[in-house]
């Protein structure tokens, strides 16, 4: 079974354009996180989908961050335009939906690295 | 609001000694509480994870950790670290189970020969 996939892997950017990032989740996952670690700190929440819709997007720092799930499968999050302080690791995770009976457990790609320049 | 400390950014320990990552949270309730870990180039992987119950928890590749509901702490422990145990370890705490994870800022783990 294959795990959440992340690409690009790396993505390094000018600062005021535009990047989008991938993630596709654990198939029959409705559960899908964004995470983001700026260098030397800690790994931050920033929005969680349930299915396609967002179920909480508290952690999102502005309105260049646009984050979408089409059908409840894959998502994108698209920052635009890019500024040098958004740079870090991007990670999604995916989970079960815990009614199906299972412990819901984050399962993380390999993340995005995201350089600003 | 929620927070989780790791007070150790480095450690180094040599191969067959023992090991234990400290981490403390600062919750309200007793919190969902997580240990993952990164190696280079991977993704997080959960070592173990505390809901409830036992507060001894076993995880995988021979790590354990205990939940200490008077010291909000959940150390994570290996009796005997082997060299691919090198890499960053993470604890993290949810409100619920789904919920958002809140991590601490990591401990890097060198293993010297």
């Known amino acids: 079974e294959a795990g959440v996939t992340q690409f690009p892997s790396h993505s390094v950017i000018e600062k005021g354009q535009t990047v989008t990032l991938r993630c596709d989740p654990i198939s029959g996952h409705d559960n899908l996180y964004w995470y983001r670690r700026v260098m030397g700190k800690e790994i931050k929440f920033l929005l969680h989908f349930v299915k396609e819709s967002k179920q909480d997007e508290s952690g999102m720092p502005n309105n260049r961050f646009l984050a979408e799930r089409t059908g409840g499968t894959y998502s994108t999050l698209k920052v635009q335009p890019a500024e040098l302080e958004d740079s870090g690791v991007y990670f999604c995770?995916?989970?079960?939906?815990?009614?199906?009976?299972?412990?819901?457990?984050?399962?993380f790609g390999a993340g995005t690295r995201l350089s600003v320049l | 609001a929620q927070s989780v400390t790791q007070p150790d950014i480095h450690i180094t320990v040599s191969e067959g000694a023992s090991l234990e990552l400290r981490c403390n949270y600062s919750?309200?309730?007793?919190?969902?509480l997580f240990w993952y870990v990164q190696s280079p180039g991977q993704g997080l992987q959960l070592l173990l994870k505390y809901f409830s119950g036992d507060t001894l928890v076993q995880g995988i590749k021979g790590f354990e950790a205990e939940f200490k509901r008077s010291q909000s702490s959940f150390n994570l422990r290996k009796p005997s670290v082997h060299w691919s145990d090198a890499a960053e370890y993470f604890c993290a705490v949810a409100r619920s189970q789904g919920g958002k994870l809140i991590f601490g800022q990591g401990t890097e783990l060198s293993v010297k020969p």
């Open positions: 995770a995916s989970s079960q939906d815990r009614l199906a009976g299972v412990a819901n457990i984050q399962y």
């Open positions: 919750y309200g309730a007793t919190p969902y």
